[in-house]
């Protein structure tokens, strides 16, 4: 008899974007006629620019000949593309990252999940509340949680509300956790942490021998100068953290897939005796069975994001997102709604309009607007009351979407 994994039956809904494509084609198949715009998933909507373009035909190019042809590669990644990493986004930044610390994947929705495959069922994870669904879902996948409680809280999981009273930035837990997933900017809130902040997480990790997994998919998106890029600058992080970056909003890759993870050489876990052991051979080790590397063509293309061309490229794109996020807000905000976020991220957090519930907003935006964004409470019940608009969005659509909300709210 073939058993299943039964911590699958434990997650409870399916997940968040399916569940918000689901409602969405049900009104379009009852209403074809609504030109329904689309800021629900962060989704880029920009082409790939011109460097990216030119190294990815470049990189099939070589593929049709024999002599230039590669079959398999390297399972951490090239190391044109590592070498690339390392020098542009750790050392120009006085970060001591070295090529041999970063793993090229195909995503790090992908490495959020899998990187649980590490580290024992019995670690104690803690998650902000709202949060990424990934971390929470794939902990429970892994084994390391009971079943989900009323409250929506799954048993033996250290929640971080994130809320107005505390800026919606995670408060140092009571209870001593073993992994603490961080996501700065944060995906939904779009809140930023400081120097300051990090350096919390940082020295609190440190005296609780606990690991940080730091998502950082969204640090391009920083234009502060202050705010760090990478946990790496703060000193000790290099002992108590691993980091997860992307290509997919930095530079368009959702489609494309291509991703990174940095484990430092000195970071240590622990057996069950006590013994200390390195993270990035058991990650290697994870890499080399299960994953045979990301096509030569992408990885050639992404590292078509560091030359000066690319770069500039790149942030042109960025910029556009950003003065996307900056007309929401100010739309937002005029309209009398409490704006967080959109300033140093792509999402614009709401609080909803006349107390609506999170999915009550969503289907009168759908409905009466043919907007769609995503309910606050499918990140967690402290999401609840709120709204995510997406900045990854024409511009056009950006204006006209700020449009319709006030005419129906
Ligand atoms: C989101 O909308 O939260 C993101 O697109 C999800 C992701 O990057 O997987």
């Known amino acids: 008899m073939a058993l299943i994994n039964e911590n699958y039956l ?34 880029v909507t920009r082409p790939l ?5 030119k190294a990815f035909h470049e990189g099939v190019d070589e593929m049709a000949a024999s002599a ?22 750790f050392q120009a930044r006085g970060v001591n990252i070295s090529a041999d610390d970063i793993f090229i994947s195909d995503g790090s929705k992908c490495d959020t999940g899998n990187i649980q495959e590490i580290f024992g069922a019995a670690n104690k994870i803690a998650i902000c509340d709202p949060v990424y669904p990934v971390y929470a879902d794939t902990t429970v996948m892994s084994g390391k949680t009971g079943v989900c409680m009323d409250n929506g809280y799954f048993e033996n999981i250290i929640y971080m509300p994130c809320t107005e009273a505390n800026g919606l930035l995670p408060e140092l837990p009571a209870e001593r956790p073993d992994l603490i997933f961080l996501c700065f900017p944060n995906n939904p809130t779009g809140t930023v942490a400081s120097r300051e902040v990090l350096k919390t997480w940082v020295d609190y990790a440190i005296a609780n021998q ?35 970056r992307s290509f997919s909003k930095t530079a368009g890759f959702t489609g494309t897939r291509c991703a990174f993870t940095v484990i430092p050489d000195g970071l240590m876990a622990y057996d069950s005796e006590g013994n200390a052991h390195k993270v990035k051979p058991l990650w290697m080790r994870r890499q080399t069975t299960k994953f045979n590397g990301v ?14 061309e690319g770069k500039k490229e790149v942030a042109e794109v960025i910029a556009y997102y950003l003065e996307n996020a900056r007309i929401m807000r100010e739309s937002l905000t005029a309209l009398g709604f ?9 999402y614009v957090w709401v609080k909803t309009a006349n107390g609506l519930s999170s999915w009550d907003f969503f289907d009168l935006l759908l409905h009466k607007a043919n907007v769609v964004g995503t309910p606050g409470s499918g990140f967690g019940p402290s999401g609840e009351g709120y709204f995510r608009f997406s900045a ?14 006030k005419a129906v709210i």
């Open 68 to 89: 230039s042809f590669k079959g398999y590669g390297p399972e951490q990644g090239y190391a044109f593309l590592r070498e690339a990493i390392a020098a542009n986004d």
């Open 392 to 405: 990854f969005a024409d511009r056009e659509k950006v204006i006209d979407a700020m449009s319709r909300v």
């Open 338 to 346: 409490k704006v967080y976020g959109g300033e140093n991220a792509p």
């Open 295 to 308: 096509s030569y063509p992408v990885q050639k293309a992404a590292a078509a994001i560091y030359t000066e």
């Open 10 to 43: 434990k997650l409870k809904a399916g997940y968040l974007f399916p569940e918000i494509g689901r409602r969405v084609r049900e009104f379009e198949q009852a209403n074809p006629e609504a030109k329904i715009i689309r800021m629900g998933i962060g989704d």
């Open 49 to 53: 620019v011109p460097s990216v373009v």
């Open 210 to 244: 606990s690991i940080i997994l730091y998502d950082a998919a969204y640090e391009a998106f920083i234009t502060d100068d202050t705010i760090p890029h990478s946990i790496f600058e703060i000193e000790g992080a290099e002992k108590v953290a691993i980091e997860f």
